[in-house]
């Protein structure tokens, strides 16, 4: 029965979530949250991304589409290794529009009208 697993998971990740803009003490490499509502809202889409964050070059991620351009909030959990770089673009392009960048830590409860514009991130070991 894959039921019982799956709610416990969904169950595990709401509660993981629904963390009001704390940042994260699970000891992945880094942990990123994006939300769909300020100061950590889980009402309108929540996604969560962890790794180790270990990989020599950047690694990207996408955010889903219910999210893409329409980011309020988010945490980013990481060491003072790990660096973020936010673009408005899919794909973590190159020459994209970064709209942000961080090393370590960062929270962000009330994103601005440029920066909902977040369809990837990339993570980095520095």
Known sequence: MLI???ILTSLFFAGTANAAC???TEGHGFEMYIYGQTNCGTGNHW???YGAGDS???Q???IASTLSNKVKSFMFTASTRHAINIFQEAGCP???TVLG???GNWIDTAVSPAGQQMSSF???LL
């Open 56 to 58: 020599i070059s950047c």
């Open 47 to 49: 996604e969560e991304f």
């Open 60 to 62: 990207c991620f996408e």
């Open 122 to 124: 990339e993570v980095c």
């Open 22 to 24: 704390k940042l994260s």
């Open 4 to 6: 019982l697993p799956t």
């Open 101 to 103: 960048t961080s090393v």
């Open 94 to 96: 190159s020459d994209g």
